[in-house]
């Protein structure tokens, strides 16, 4: 029964994410025959696409940031360009031709999402039945993801273009990688020591309070480079989850976090991300990346087992200083 129910959610979520899709396609405006129109993008190559692909699907559930490993990567592949204005991280990205890059980063989420579907299919499983009534402790654990989505969803829909405007950069993005890198290591020591803390250790027990801090912490992931996985898993230290059920609940958000990301950049975009990267780059890259992303989400739990978080924080750090050393340069 659980079976049919996970496949069931893989369809609907498929075809959400589709429906976005074709509604995009259908609304996009026409254009006057006599109007100047602008120089087309440049052509994402499938070995572009495939390459983001695989640090989307390295890097979504690690504590490092995708988004930000994304944005260096283009910066390093020559995808990023700028405008002549400027803001207080310095030159601003030029957004016209940087739409469509950005909206093939969250696009190809796509598969990092089908991974985790894949890989906690039971606890997928466990929630379907409780929306049909025969799993009530199911339909806790979907009520407490929705109390967790739900903060980030209010921020961030309204202001997902400003934040791109403003912050999908190099500089940003090395700032929050030391930041986030320094809390991860100061959070991990603290809690060691408490060792003896009572803590929750399965998803079954956790209250809506603490989803809905987890949640709310969730929003400051919206800043390139802090990584919305690092600031879930450690949220959900802070009040009281163990390391593995921090983490499990983590990947269980990044559900209906990923899928309205995708969908909204999808709708928005669909036009020049068909010109860009091509509905061939578009599978070339969620394929890739899920299939990275599930690779990772089990090396990952395993690391977490007997490593923790430290080795990520100073990851973070080396990263930040190497991207400060060579905008220097």
């Given at each position: ?19 976005g899709i074709c509604l995009a396609s259908a609304s996009q405006p026409g254009t006057d025959a006599y ?295």
């Amino acid at each position: 029964m659980k079976r049919r129910l996970f496949v069931v959610a893989v369809v609907v979520l498929l075809s959400a994410a589709f429906a976005g899709i074709c509604l995009a396609s259908a609304s996009q405006p026409g254009t006057d025959a006599y109007e100047k129109q602008p120089d087309p993008p440049q052509k994402l190559s499938l070995t572009k696409s495939a390459i983001l692909g695989v640090v989307e699907g390295l890097t979504e559930y690690l504590p490092v940031s995708s988004t930000g490993h994304l944005i260096l990567a283009g910066r390093f592949m020559g995808l990023v360009q700028y405008s002549d204005q400027t803001g207080p991280f310095g030159k601003l990205l030029d957004k016209d031709k940087m739409e469509a890059i950005n909206s093939f980063d969250i696009v190809i989420q796509l598969g990092a999402i089908l991974a985790v579907l894949g890989l906690y299919r039971k606890r997928v499983g466990q929630m379907c039945a409780g929306l049909v009534g025969q799993n009530p402790q199911g339909l806790k654990l979907f009520a407490l993801l929705i109390v967790a989505f739900l903060p980030a969803a209010i921020v961030g829909v309204p202001l997902h273009k400003t934040i791109e405007a403003f912050l999908f950069g190099p500089i940003p993005v090395a700032y929050a990688l030391a930041v986030g890198g320094v809390l991860m290591i100061a959070v991990e020591y603290f809690y060691r020591r408490s060792k003896s803390t009572v803590r929750t250790t399965d998803l079954d027990m956790i209250t809506f309070r603490q989803a809905l801090i987890i949640g709310i912490a969730q929003i400051l992931a919206m800043w390139p480079g802090t990584s919305r996985s690092m600031i879930t898993i450690i949220a959900a230290l802070l009040v009281g989850l163990d390391m593995l059920a921090a983490a499990e609940f983590s990947f269980l958000l990044a559900l209906p976090t990923l899928m309205g990301a995708t969908v909204i950049s999808a709708h928005e975009d669909w036009s020049v991300l068909k010109q860009v990267a091509g509905i061939d780059g578009m599978l070339v890259g969620m394929v890739v990346s899920g299939i990275v992303a599930a690779l990772a989400i089990k090396g990952f739990v395993k690391w977490l087992t007997h490593h923790g978080l430290t080795p990520f924080g100073i990851y973070r750090l080396i990263v930040a200083a190497l991207v400060f050393l060579f905008l220097a340069h």
